[in-house]
């Protein structure tokens, strides 16, 4: 027998976390969390299921039928998108303003798939005209999937106009909602969207590892006309749309992850008492008063004011300054979490939450203080 | 805008668990997973992570380096061995009696590569010999799959023997211990399993969404020369294995589900702490108590005595019994939980579990008397 290792229990620290995800977690959603697990056919389980479908689409602003949560993060919510609409030898372009358009290209070409890439500097919004002039170099082409709220950099794309152009070139939408959802203005049926995907752990601030995800009538069509199987059985969405099904006949797929559900529910609960409307105000709101002290300090945002997310603040790492020194020093002392750059932004910038219940005065206050103590 | 409905906090009742799984989740693991959510790049949640590595490998009795947990649940445990291991038009020979085995011809065969099947009867183990046929008709098969304890029937097939013919014949092999992790004896290294995954929700007490998975030294190698991408890039594993590296250069892939790992951390050291062989053994135990009680009962299990897996008891329903009515009752009357039959056993047996800290007397004691005043 290998010997059993010697391990303690784990006792995390109480952080504020002022990355770009996970956000700060509402206390009743830890507790609701923590709530006895039962099975996932009870009956009372799937009741909670049918209340958590009407949460996510109001929190969407869609009647989508087919609306639900992977049981798997966000990644996982773009990967169903992609393998459930997508068939290999089709053409997606791509739209890619940081990194997660680009794994939006990997998806694409992994499933054997086309993807035709239309770049915008990191930091930028995606260019409409640019999506333009590839839906016409490339008639063929039949979705359009792009990045709500780049997460990388902090950048809101016209997710509108971006829509009404691609419906316009008959091309459905595939939609990252990931940090948008709860943080910044997001309407799914009005603004054309087809599928559309999120996290728990951004703007909703549940626990990470839950990704709704929501398809639009005309996306449904189109899985329901496909020549070849989905490739994965476990994101097959006409499976797991039996399992969510509220309609009595339950089939059984896989085993939900009953907690993590329990969370998604009291987050999303909270969120429909407080409002949509409301938490976007808020996340403005307290981004107006971050900005303000950013400035103050002499900290210059990557992205242009009118395409900035209220929930994501990038700012240059001031010249001289040590990155990770600067981090360290927050975590260990503040014990406050703020965002390093990713990708071309490694070392470059800080990439600062105001996320869901992370949203609120305090925390912009101790990040501020925390900051202008350790940049002095 | 779209209305917020009004929905009020979900409470549910405490069940005593005793199907397929979920199973009763141990108070500790419920505890911590309601601990503070902390970052996923954040130095005490990596060394958090190294810990429950170390725990997993315990529970596999393995030295795999490529040991992790993947964020998912144990269906995508399955499809991580698949759709990283086997490439398109390869050959797998794979063993079916039950729902998973089935489960994994439909893997191999939406990835494109080509599934021999096994056929045994449900209920009965898998018959070694009819796999070396099989492996003597396709020399060129590169992979054997079986479920080691199967979910649906309560059957244990040998691990042992099955991957030591695998091993006579070339054969890589992919092995479902979903039921039998933490309940029943299995060695991964001993026995040769090149590709194993299980899921939290069963005989580890965990709650459900997470699966662990280990690949051997020739597995990762075959991983290596591989000609195609893998399909997925969220269940990639050489990806996800650069993000639960422990040596420093933890790169970025996905967002963790950081409280369902605390979790998992828990429920793993919780079986370090009683001792894998300590813990088969109560399961045995229990399954002695209870199928003593169940044989007084008049029923008769499905599953022939030298094969049943002591934690998932599967009973034939008696004539003349109202099955759904039966469980209706002990759920709501008696507040316990136990499965119906699935696919061909649906309707026809009853599954009952004893599955991690579920396997303990008072379980058995309430099941008993609740079944006895129920069917009298």
């Known amino acids: 027998m290998l010997l059993a290792p010697s391990i303690q229990p784990f006792f995390p620290p109480q952080r504020t976390l002022m990355g770009p995800g996970p956000s700060d977690v509402y ?33 969407y602003q869609t009647t989508n039928a087919m609306t639900l949560a992977v049981s798997a993060p966000g990644s996982a919510g773009m990967e169903t998108c992609f393998v459930n609409l997508v068939e290999p030898g089709e053409k997606v372009i791509v739209c890619r303003n940081g990194v997660f358009g680009d794994r939006m290209r990997q998806n694409v070409e992994r499933m054997g798939a086309i993807a035709v890439v239309v770049d915008n500097e990191w930091g930028e919004a995606v260019d409409v005209d640019a999506l333009e002039s590839a839906l016409k170099a490339h008639p063929d082409a039949k979705f359009v999937a792009f990045v709500h709220a780049e997460t990388s950099t902090g950048a809101l794309s016209d997710a509108k106009a971006l829509c009404t152009l691609a419906k316009r070139h008959d091309c459905l939408t595939i939609v990252d909602a990931v940090t948008s959802l709860g943080g910044v203005e997001l309407r799914v049926d009005d603004w054309g969207i087809d599928a559309v995907y999120a996290g728990s752990q951004k703007c909703l601030s549940c626990v990470p590892g839950l990704s709704p995800v929501s398809f639009s009538p005309a996306a449904v069509e189109k899985l329901k006309s496909r020549k070849t199987p989905v490739q994965s059985w476990f994101l097959d969405q006409s499976l797991v749309m039996g399992y969510w099904s509220g309609e009595g006949k339950r089939s059984y797929h896989h085993t939900a992850p009953v907690n993590a559900l329990y969370a998604l529910h009291e987050s999303l609960r909270l969120l429909a008492e407080e409002g949509l409307e409301a938490a976007w105000q808020r996340h403005q709101d307290q981004h107006w008063a971050l900005r303000q002290g950013l400035e103050e300090l002499g900290l210059k945002f990557v992205v242009p004011e009118e395409v900035r997310l209220p929930q994501l603040n990038t700012v240059l790492i001031p010249e001289g300054v040590d990155d990770a020194q600067v981090r360290q020093r927050l975590l260990q002392e503040y014990n406050l979490e703020i965002g390093a750059g990713l990708g071309a932004f490694a070392g470059k910038a800080w990439r600062i939450g105001l996320m869901g219940y992370g949203a609120k005065r305090e925390n912009v206050s101790l990040c501020l203080k925390a900051l202008a103590d350790v940049l002095n």
Do not use: N
């Open 27 to 59: 206390p009743q959603v830890l507790a609701a969390q923590a709530k006895p697990t039962i099975g996932h056919l009870d009956p009372l389980f799937v009741g909670m299921m049918d209340e958590l479908k009407s949460l996510i689409k109001y929190a």
